[in-house]
């Protein structure tokens, strides 16, 4: 079944969108970068898409990730303000996208309610998340937003990510991710593999992500 086809979108609007050809973008691809300008719409049809926000020191943090039937709100934002990428996007794993031009997308938006609609429910949920992730770095302490992320990304017990990778999902820094996760290894609350973080204590790490809330 077509994306298309869980929207309710015009038939004129389904036409449009089905003409479009969907392209595939490896895992590591680069979609923007900062100062880029909005070329269109990326509806994600498979894989994973991260966005990133860098500071002047390098330090980066993972925004959002989207996903089959998400959006990005930077794009949103570009699209309808005429403004420049200020993040990153890097494909997560392989992911199959359709890009609907600026111009097709802006003609929809002035004429079908149901893709207006389409649009800013993505928007407005993807700010909520935003706003959340807000909250956890001003007010989590960074063992709390730790465990929370090692529990909610972890498979089969175990979560395959550099200390970086980690340090970007939670708002902080390398240095601090590794003296934090050497401390839970000291407990017997993790394990420590190169690249792989691998849960011991599973009730340890529920107390630590609840200990802010």
Do not use: K
């Amino acid at each position: 079944m077509s994306w298309t086809q869980t929207a309710a979108f015009t038939a004129a609007t389904r036409s449009a969108l089905n003409a479009l050809t969907p392209f595939d973008a490896p895992r590591g691809t680069v979609l923007f970068r900062p100062g880029d300008a909005v070329q269109g719409f990326v509806i994600v049809l498979s894989g994973q898409i991260d966005v990133f926000l860098t500071g002047p020191t390098g330090r980066e943090i993972l925004l959002y990730a989207v996903e089959p039937g998400q959006s990005c709100v930077q794009t949103t934002l570009g699209l309808l303000g005429d403004e420049r990428y200020s993040g990153e996007a890097i494909t997560r794993d392989d992911a199959r996208l359709v890009l609907i031009p600026r111009g097709l997308f802006l003609r929809l938006m002035d004429e079908d309610a149901g893709f207006r609609s389409f649009v800013f429910t993505a928007f407005g949920q993807r700010m909520q998340g935003m706003m959340h992730l807000l909250e956890r770095v001003a007010f989590q302490r960074i063992e709390c937003r730790l465990a929370e992320t090692l529990l909610n990304h972890a498979e089969d017990g175990s979560l395959h990510a550099t200390h970086a990778e980690i340090a970007s999902m939670i708002g902080s820094a390398r240095e601090v991710v590794s003296r934090r996760l050497d401390a839970l290894a000291r407990r017997g609350i993790v394990g420590l593999d190169r690249g792989t973080v691998r849960i011991l204590d599973a009730a340890a790490l529920h107390s630590l992500a609840e200990a802010d809330r």
